[in-house]
Structure formats: structure tokens, C-alpha cells
């Protein structure tokens, strides 16, 4: 089992910046790959970005250049810096860790950019 708790969202103008933190817990030795994904509302869950254990990264291309996605080992924590905020990239944040062979979600943060 995996524990994940995210932080860090809030609201801000357009433009801004904000740092979502994810703390893991429990069997974090199993996690193959770490995720953050967003839902706005009145619509599906989307991928935003992924980091594997080898530091492999890979973002959608409606935030390429704006989010990087990145992890502490010793803080056991993953973390999304995101930059140029826009209101397109309001909705909760979740994150999601892939770990013997199943899905581990997190409760969410509100993001909200105003324009």
C-alpha cells in the first residue's frame, strides 16, 4: 500500500506560479512511476505529467515549458512547480503513484487561476 497526501494548491492570477507538493508514505520502495493528473470541472481527469524512478519525465503539451515535475528521495516527496499559470489550468490536482502493479491516488488540491 501507498500513501499519497498533495499540498500546495491555491489560488492565483494568471501568470503566477505554484509549487503542488505530494508526500509518499507506506510501501514507497514498490513505486515504479509517480504522476500528476488534473480535473477541471465538468470534465475527465487528464494526465498532466510523469517521472519514473530512473528521473524519466514526460509532460502534455498544454504545459510543456511551463511544469516540471520533480522528487526528493529523501523527503519521499514529488513535487509539480508550475509557472505561467493560466485559467485553462484550473481543477484539482491529483497525484498518482504506480506501485506492484496498481494505481495509488491521492485526495487532491484546488488550483485556481483567475484572469
Known amino acids: 500500500q501507498v500513501q499519497l497526501v498533495e499540498s500546495g494548491g491555491g489560488l492565483v492570477q494568471a501568470g503566477g506560479s505554484l509549487r503542488l507538493s505530494c508526500a509518499a508514505s507506506?510501501?514507497?520502495?514498490?513505486?515504479?512511476?509517480m504522476a500528476w493528473y488534473r480535473q477541471a470541472p465538468g470534465k475527465q481527469r487528464e494526465w498532466v505529467s510523469s517521472?519514473?524512478?530512473?528521473?524519466?519525465?514526460n509532460y502534455a503539451d498544454s504545459v510543456k515549458g511551463r511544469f516540471t515535475i520533480s522528487g526528493s528521495n529523501a523527503k519521499n516527496t514529488l513535487y509539480l512547480q508550475m509557472n505561467n499559470l493560466q485559467p485553462e489550468d484550473t481543477g484539482v490536482y491529483y497525484c498518482?503513484?504506480?506501485?506492484?502493479?496498481?494505481?495509488?491516488w491521492g485526495q487532491g488540491t484546488q488550483v485556481t487561476v483567475s484572469s
Open positions: 517521472i519514473s524512478t530512473t528521473g524519466f519525465t
Open positions: 507506506g510501501s514507497i520502495s514498490s513505486i515504479n512511476v
Open positions: 498518482k503513484a504506480f506501485a506492484s502493479y496498481r494505481d495509488f
